[in-house]
Every structure is written in C-alpha cells, then in structure tokens.
C-alpha cells in the first residue's frame, strides 16, 4: 500500500555486545546511544553464528545450515527465497550496500545482490576498507575513500533517489568494518588516528572503527529525517557476530565461539510513531529478521520451506515475553 513502511537493515561485523556505552561498553558511540534511548534496545540478541551465516539467516528466516553457509566463503544457494525478493514482488525497491559475504558479485550471477533480488546494489565479495574495488550493479568501480563512508553514501544516494517514488524502499547496508587492519578512521575528530591508543587494548584500531560507524548510523538516521520519511522507516540495527576482545564481549569468549561472546550483540530497532523506547528481554536471533520486517510491512507470504526464524511482532509489541526455543 502507499503507507508501507520503508526499511532499513544495517549489519556492523565484529562488534561484541557490551561495545556501546549504552550496552556497557568503553567506545564512543553517540549515534547508538541516541538509537538506544529512542528505540528498542534487544538485551538477549543472537546471531546464527558469524560474518555469513548471519548474513545468510537475515536474508532468508532460516538456519545458516539449512541454506548451506554454515561458515564464510560459503555462497547462499540460489532458489532460496530471500526478503529482497519478496518484499521486490511486493512492490519495494530494494538496494544493497557493502559487504555481500554470501555469493557473488559477477554480473549475471544467481547468488549476486542482483541475482538474490536486489534491484541495485555496490558491493563487496568480501571484506574491504579503503580505496576499494566494487562492484555496482555487476560493473566494477574503483571508488576512492574508506570503505564504511562509500556503503553509506551509496545508501543515502539510494534513499534520496526513490524517497518520493510510489514505492517503498528496502535497503540492507552491510558495513565492511570493523576488519583487521582497522586503518579506517573517524571523522572530524582531532588526531582521530591515536584516538584510543590511551586504553587499554591492543585492539585501539578496532575501537577507531566502531565510532568511525557511529558516525555513519548518525548520517543515515539523519538523512531519513532530512527526507521526511523517519516516521515511516523501520531503522534496525544489529552485529553479525561477537567481538574481538574481553572488553568489548558483554560474555564468555569472544567471536566465533558458541558461548554468549560469541553470539549475543547489540541490536536496536526504531521506528517513531509506532514504538518506544524500552528494552526487549525475550531471546530473539537473526533468523527472526525475515519474518518479523515481513509481518511489520504487513506483506503476507507463504514460504516453500521450513522457516526456523519466526515472527517476532508480538514481543517487541510486549504482548508476549516467551518464544519457541531458537535453533536448527
């Protein structure tokens, strides 16, 4: 209808729960502060288990191993019917931003962004950071400038470009960072490069980058404001796995492990006018994503498949407080 709601689905890589200061954690995040304070604040989030697995889950509601991404460099299989191309067969534009992770990006390719239902899309295999080779639309471009301001920027673009159209918009924007080497930097902060260094972690890289994507969760949100449309965009925000050092964990281990460390993240979701803040206690996980933005566009589909995620509407309402256990 001409009332759907837009949305907004953004995956940061490596940010362990208890990274923001409004999770607990020691990086400067003002952006999620500000998200926390207005939105949803999920204290029990998890992901599948890391980088493509998550990736694979949110795209399609089900398990990575159902899907064959059980870890990276594993390409989500083609006829899995993902929230691109539902929400695309159900009258969205739909854009891809940043790291891909779990197909190609060869023009013509059934696993690509393209291929996987995205109308447009500047994306990466893989990781990348600054100066980066890319692929839009399936022609390669070598953009100049940090990796994490290119996705933005391409999203923003996306966003200003079909906000006024009739139709509504879904754009997924998956930063490459933070990423060993962790070169980028923030901006507009006096002698960002040593930003850190003070602390105590060899990881002061790591915690440059996470606030280098605070400022740029900051230019997205502020842009939906400036296009008048923040009331009608479900903004949401989540990791694609644990961090990377005991300071930042919010648990036992740190990514890639199946304990808390390594599973829970932060996660966020606003969407003015329909929900306030407050914080959400019932365990949810990424494959809950497909359903749930399905349910709160109001876009019915009957999928071909099992779905392990389910929808989650009813507990972000508060109407419910327990789940069916998660898993495969």
Not at 126 to 140: A, E, W
Not at 310 to 318: H, Q
């Amino acid at each position: 209808s001409e009332d759907a709601p837009n949305v907004l689905v953004i995956v940061w890589d490596d940010v362990g729960f208890a990274s923001f200061e409004s999770f607990g954690g020691p990086i400067q995040t003002p952006t999620m502060k500000r998200l926390a304070d207005s939105g949803l604040r999920y204290t029990q989030f998890h992901t599948t288990s890391m980088c493509s697995p998550t990736r694979a889950a949110v795209m399609t509601g089900r398990h990575a191993f159902r899907v064959n991404v059980p870890n990276h460099g594993h390409y989500l299989r083609s006829h899995e019917v993902t929230i691109a191309e539902v929400l695309r067969d159900n009258g969205y534009v739909t854009g891809h931003f940043g790291k891909w992770h779990i197909g190609s990006v060869q023009p013509g390719s059934p696993t690509s962004p393209g291929g996987q239902g995205f109308d447009e899309w500047l994306s990466g295999l893989n990781f990348f950071d600054k100066d980066p080779y890319l692929s839009h639309n399936g022609s390669y471009v070598h953009r100049m400038g940090q990796g994490t301001t290119i996705a933005t920027d391409a999203t923003i673009e996306f966003l200003t470009k079909h906000h006024k159209g009739s139709n509504p918009m879904l754009a997924v924007t998956w930063f490459p960072a933070p990423h060993d080497p962790f070169s980028e930097l923030p901006e507009g902060i006096e002698d960002a490069a040593t930003l850190y260094d003070d602390q105590d972690t060899k990881k002061a890289g790591y915690f440059r980058e996470i606030t280098l994507l605070d400022q740029q969760v900051g230019k997205l949100r502020a842009t939906i404001r400036n296009l008048g449309i923040a009331e009608n965009t479900i903004f949401l925000y989540c990791s694609d796995n644990g961090g990377l050092v005991n300071a930042t964990a919010g648990g036992r281990a740190l990514k890639g492990s199946i304990y808390e460390g390594g599973l829970r993240v932060p996660a966020i979701l606003e969407w003015p006018g329909t929900f306030k803040s407050g914080n959400v206690a019932t365990p949810v996980y990424s494959s809950d994503l497909f359903p749930t933005m399905l349910a709160l566009a109001e876009v019915e589909f009957n999928p071909p498949h099992p779905l392990d995620g389910i929808d989650i509407s009813n507990i972000i309402f508060g109407n419910q407080s327990r789940r069916p256990p998660m898993g495969f």
